[in-house]
């Protein structure tokens, strides 16, 4: 089955910083990645979504993501942070199993400070 | 520009109480999805249904049930509430479980608190 972690629940960065927010994932098939965003008091959106071709995926706001298969990673980067990016983000993985139901990791609170 | 649309935003139940949480979406989806969102313990599905006629169990089903009741509506309801089931709980729609890259679209959420 397929799972995904994301290392560090906390993520507190100056605004302006580089924004870096890990998610590893465990599949046996070639898997489909994707990183949500949610605000405050709303639903998730999808930010960025690797299907296939080019490793480096470009989404909304200026984040960015790189489908590295060697480290089963897939990082989501913005070189510098805005207030308006404090929020939760929530890396996913779906495979072909009968249906692509993705599956969530737990979660990164992004912390933008002054 | 509705999406997806859930009601109640906001209710308190006493345990034992059952409440329905109602779920639309207008963008002919055909597959709908409740989640639960606890602290730490990230989105959880509860149930899905892949099309209009069909519901399955997800993760976490128990004390739960659905029902598609078009291919717009998608309700949730439980039966007999628990403190457990103190949670914030999300619609779902997307356009087919079997389509790759199949993108997820979320209500705002529902918060539910079992008293």
Redesign the interface.
């Known amino acids: 089955a397929q799972s995904v972690t994301q290392l560090g629940?906390h993520v507190s960065v100056s605004e302006g910083a580089l924004v870096l927010l890990r998610c590893n994932y465990s599949s046996s098939v070639p898997p489909?990645l994707?990183w949500?965003v949610q605000y405050p008091?709303?639903?998730?959106?999808?930010l960025l979504?690797y299907?296939t071709g080019a490793t480096l995926v470009k989404g909304i706001n200026g984040f960015e993501a790189e489908f590295k298969k060697s480290e089963t990673s897939f990082h989501l980067t913005k070189p510098s942070a805005h207030m308006s990016d404090a929020a939760e983000y929530?890396c996913a993985v779906?495979v072909?199993r009968g249906?692509?139901?993705?599956t969530?990791?737990?979660?990164t609170s992004l912390i933008v400070h002054p | 520009n509705a999406g997806v649309t859930q009601t109640p935003k906001f209710q308190v139940l006493k345990t034992g109480q059952s409440m329905t949480l109602q779920c639309a979406q207008d963008m002919n989806h055909n597959s709908m999805y409740w989640y639960r969102q606890d602290p730490g313990m990230g989105l959880r599905l509860i149930y899905y249904s892949a099309s209009e006629g069909t519901t399955d169990k997800g993760e976490v089903p128990n004390g739960y049930n659905v029902s598609r009741l078009n291919k717009r509506e998608f309700s949730l309801r439980l039966e007999s509430a628990a403190p457990s089931q103190t949670s914030v709980y999300f619609c779902a729609s997307s356009e087919a479980t079997t389509a790759s890259g199949n993108t997820i679209y979320f209500g705002e959420g529902s918060w539910l608190t079992v008293v």
């Open positions: 629940s489909y994707f949500y008091n709303q639903g998730l959106q999808l979504k299907t929530f779906s072909k249906s692509y139901i993705p969530f990791g737990r979660g």
